[in-house]
Each structure stands twice: as structure tokens, then as C-alpha cells.
């Protein structure tokens, strides 16, 4: 049985006028091997969308490919209509290792993207400084990353990314690393952030729950060689509070049929 | 906790020390004195200014080459850990140094450079050199892809990545090998003294024995030791300082 709205949100797939990042016709080959064939997709500004897929069908190489860290075979990203060369001012990367920086402070960790860019000490500190506060860890500025929980961690890799003030956030399974209490606790802020930030999500899931709960719109790859096989853009429980997500009839019709889409390619 | 420690270093001092003395009044050998001995012959040496004059000769060589070492080491290592080229070039040149009998290799230095500082500058660099360089060089090959993914995507230039990533991010491992480096280049320096010309600590060594003064040649053995183990300690509060959260405690903490 599958209600209206679940009907709606597959169908309303249309192309939006403003995208804040383009996917042009991009493919990558590691050797003989196809990692992402002749892939399009468009990213809507100021939403979510989530890249999610079996494991090994290319959604991290994509992130990293548009976070310019890797080099596309061919085709081309587009940020704000320009295309890439590299990494880039307009784009945050949050890791799935978090990767900090262990011998350098909480404070040094966040305003490491604004150190590097040469923003003055003091500057760069109250930037930092209100980060961290926005995400939680006010009175662990001097502390070491090995003296954090794994759910603390990611928030500094997030206050890192959040603090150099770009307008696109890439985030490559950011919660996979924590543990499963600590995980709902930061959807229900990236729900937030989405929210009260001005800036467009990118995000790398393989949880199918996860994509559903926090996406605006939900592009499913397909692995060998990795292409969209579809969009999805849940639509009717976005504003029934994040307590209700989880009960909403649409969000569990999307989750199986995803699940149904997806079993065949898991081995 | 560094109240237990400090115990734990005098506990583990007077152990040692207790034992020499034990086994100097046996006595072992004839020619091993009595812990006291030696430190009453190491306060006279120490008033009569010998060990200073001696100190003046051995530094020398062991300030030079410890110098060379750890600058012309890391910088090398770095090169080596960052390029395949130079790695395929200067690698092995360390690995047979640091597997060469260097004893048997003093004649060969002393014929091209001579009795005089420079052979022992070589000595005490060919002792320290090689693990500088192989630690700094292993290293910074195995900074983790992640942090310098991070970088990049952070906008770091190349300088940038080297100087704030890689270098600290190896530090622990290059300051562990200059600390292997810096004890070799004490054994170096002592060595150069003893098998190219007798100066300094070496001469004290060598003419304490010729005369059977053991007190003296075991005091001035464990001024050196005691010189290098201070030296050690000043390198780890320094890679403390530099690198403050390197420092992650004891592994059963």
C-alpha cells in the first residue's frame, strides 16, 4: 500500500532553477575499473540531499570529486554555475574519521581551515570560539581530540567546517563512527542546521533510514559502474516536528521501497 | 601521578646504584671500584676542573655532529619519506651506514680526513645519522592520507601541508629517533676518542685504565652517561612543549 504522498515524492522529481552544485556528465576510472560512469545530478540550494547506496558504488569518490580532491576521467562539477579546478573556499569537508589533528587543541583544530587561509590569531579564535559553542563543546577549547568521545570528535570536524564559512557542506558519512544514541542526537541537529544555516548539504549515508530522516532530496546510486538510478524528495514530514519523523507513514513507505530498490545489489 | 613518578626514577636509581656498590665491594673484578669510589674520583675530577677541560675537547665533536645529524636528518628524511626519487637515491646509502662495523671503517675516515675534529664530526655523524633520517623518513611517509585530504580540501598550500601537517604529525616518531640518534652520537663522540686520537672524556678513559685509576675511568664512563641522559630529558620536554598533545599518557592509563 503506498499512500499518495509516498506516490508524490517519487514523482515530483523535477529540476530546480537554483542549484548551488551541478554534476555534469562526470565519470572516473581507477585503471580498467569504472568507479562513476557518465554521472548528472543537481543539488538544490539550501537543502540536504543525500548520496546513498550499497557499499563500493562510488558515492565517497563523488563527494571527494566535487569536494575537488579527486579528479574526474571526465565531465565537470559546477559550484554556483562555475566549474571547479580543486578545492575551493565555497566548499566544507567533514570527514568520516573526523580527521583532527592530534596534537593541536580543540580551539587550533577548528580554526585550522581559517589558520591555513591566514586569518589573524585573535580573529580566527572568536570564529572558532563561536562554533564551538554552536555545537555544543563550550569549556573544551583546550582540550586534546584523544580526550573526546567519538560523538564529540565529529562535532569539531563539524565546527571546523562550519567555521570557514562556506556555503556548501560535504559530509562524508559523518556518523557512521558513533555510536547509535550519539548518531540520532546529531540528525535531529543536522535537521536543525539545515534549518537555521543558509547552506547546502551534501551528504554521504549508507544507513537508509538516515537518508530518509534528514533528506531533502535522496539520490540513490547504483554500484559497477556507480549512476543515479533515482531521485526521491520526501515532502510530508518535513515539518511535523522531528519526534514524529520516525512514526510518519511516507517516511516508512520510502524506507522499504528504497530497501526493496537496493536488496538486490547487496551481497 | 608525576609524584609517583619521580619515586619510582630515585627508586629505580638507588636500585642501580645500590647494586654497583654491592657489586663493587665483592668485588667482582679488580678492576670494577665501588660505586662510591667512582663518584668521590667524579667530585674530584669535577673540582679540579679535568672533567671541564676534558668536556671542552669531547663537546666539540659531539655538539657538531649531533648538530649536522639532527638538521641535515630530518630535512633529509623529509625529502626521502616525500619522493620516491630521493628515497631510491639516499635510502640505502643510510642502511649501510647503519649496519657498516664503524670501528672497523675509523682507518678509512682517518686516512681521507685526517687525526683532527673532522673524522670525529664523521664518527658521531655516521652513529647518529642514520636513524634520524630512516625514522623521519618512515614517518612522513605514513602521515595518515586522511589529515592531508583534510588539508588540501582545507585550502593548505603545499608548504602548508609539509609544515603543519606532515612534520607534526611525524614528530613523535622523529623525536624518538632523535633520541636514538643523540645516544649513538654520545657512543660516536666516546668512540672517536678512543680509536682516532685520545682527547677529552676518551683520554681520561683511556689513560685511567693504562694506570689502573678505575674509580676515574668509571666516573668519567658515568658523567657521560649521565650527560646524555640529561640531554635526553631536555629533548622530551622540548618535543613536550612543541607537541603538547603528542603527550597521550601510558598506554595502561
Known amino acids: 500500500m503506498v499512500t499518495p504522498q509516498t506516490r508524490q515524492a517519487f514523482e515530483t522529481a523535477q529540476p530546480l532553477t537554483d542549484n548551488a552544485v551541478a554534476v555534469r556528465g562526470v565519470s572516473k576510472n581507477y585503471g580498467d575499473v569504472e568507479a562513476l560512469k557518465n554521472l548528472t545530478l543537481e543539488f538544490p540550494r539550501g537543502q540536504l540531499t543525500s548520496l546513498l547506496g550499497p557499499s563500493g558504488c562510488g558515492k565517497t569518490t563523488l563527494l571527494k570529486i566535487i569536494a575537488g580532491l579527486l579528479e574526474p576521467t571526465a565531465g565537470e562539477i559546477e559550484v554556483n554555475g562555475k566549474a571547479i579546478t580543486g578545492p575551493g573556499p565555497d566548499r566544507a569537508f567533514v570527514f568520516q574519521d573526523f580527521a583532527l589533528l592530534p596534537w593541536a587543541s580543540v580551539m587550533r583544530n577548528v580554526a585550522f581551515g581559517l589558520e591555513l587561509r591566514g586569518v589573524a590569531k585573535s580573529e580566527r579564535e572568536s570564529v572558532a570560539g563561536k562554533y564551538i559553542a554552536d555545537v555544543g563543546l563550550a569549556g573544551f577549547e583546550n582540550s586534546f581530540p584523544h580526550e573526546l568521545s567519538g560523538g564529540m570528535r565529529q562535532r569539531v570536524g563539524l565546527a571546523r567546517a562550519l567555521s570557514v564559512d562556506a556555503q556548501v557542506l560535504l559530509m562524508d558519512e559523518p556518523f557512521s563512527a558513533v555510536d547509535e544514541q550519539t548518531r540520532r542526537k546529531f540528525q535531529e541537529d543536522l535537521l536543525n542546521l539545515v534549518q537555521n544555516e543558509n547552506k547546502t548539504f551534501i551528504f554521504v549515508t549508507h544507513s537508509i533510514e538516515e537518508a530518509v530522516y534528514v533528506s531533502d532530496q535522496i539520490a540513490i546510486l547504483l554500484p559497477r559502474p556507480s549512476r543515479v538510478s533515482e531521485i526521491i524528495r520526501p515532502s510530508g514530514f518535513r515539518d511535523k516536528g522531528v519526534d514524529n519523523i520516525r512514526r510518519d507513514p511516507e517516511y516508512l513507505d520510502i524506507v522499504d521501497e528504497i530497501w526493496a530498490s537496493l536488496r538486490n545489489y547487496v551481497e | ?253
Not at chain 2, 619515586?7 to 665491594?25: D, H, N
Not at chain 2, 630512516?134 to 609544515?163: C, H, Q, Y
Not at chain 2, 603543519?164 to 649513538?184: T, Y
Open chain 2, 1 to 253: 601521578m608525576s609524584n609517583r613518578s619521580t619515586y619510582l626514577k630515585l627508586l629505580s636509581a638507588v636500585i642501580v646504584f645500590g647494586a654497583w656498590e654491592i657489586a663493587g665491594r665483592i668485588p667482582v673484578s679488580y678492576a670494577f671500584p665501588t660505586f662510591l669510589e667512582s663518584m668521590s674520583a667524579l667530585a674530584r675530577m669535577t673540582f679540579d676542573g679535568t672533567l671541564f677541560a676534558a668536556y671542552g675537547e669531547t663537546l666539540k665533536p659531539l655538539v657538531i655532529g649531533v648538530a649536522i645529524s639532527a638538521i641535515l636528518g630530518i630535512v633529509l628524511g623529509l625529502w626521502i619519506g616525500l619522493s620516491s626519487v630521493f628515497d631510491w637515491m639516499f635510502s640505502p646509502i643510510f642502511i649501510v651506514m647503519q649496519a657498516a662495523p664503524l670501528a672497523a671503517l675509523i682507518p678509512i675516515l682517518v686516512m681521507a680526513y685526517g687525526i683532527g675534529l673532522t673524522s670525529k664530526v664523521f664518527v658521531v655523524c655516521i652513529m647518529a645519522m642514520p636513524v634520524i633520517v630512516l625514522n623521519t623518513s618512515s614517518a612522513v611517509r605514513n602521515t595518515p592520507e586522511s589529515i592531508k585530504e583534510m588539508g588540501r580540501s582545507f585550502l593548505a598550500s603545499d608548504r602548508a601541508v609539509i609544515l603543519k601537517i606532515i612534520l607534526p604529525s611525524a614528530s613523535p616518531i622523529i623525536f624518538s629517533g632523535l633520541r636514538l640518534g643523540v645516544s649513538a652520537g654520545f657512543i660516536g663522540a666516546i668512540l672517536s676518542e678512543l680509536k682516532i686520537t685520545p682527547t677529552g672524556v676518551g683520554d681520561i678513559i683511556t689513560f685511567s685504565r693504562s694506570i689502573a685509576d678505575y674509580p676515574s675511568m668509571y666516573a668519567a664512563i658515568f658523567s657521560i652517561i649521565l650527560l646524555a641522559v640529561v640531554f635526553l630529558n631536555l629533548l622530551e620536554k622540548l618535543e613536550n612543549t612543541l607537541f603538547e598533545g603528542n603527550n597521550r599518557g601510558y598506554a595502561s592509563d
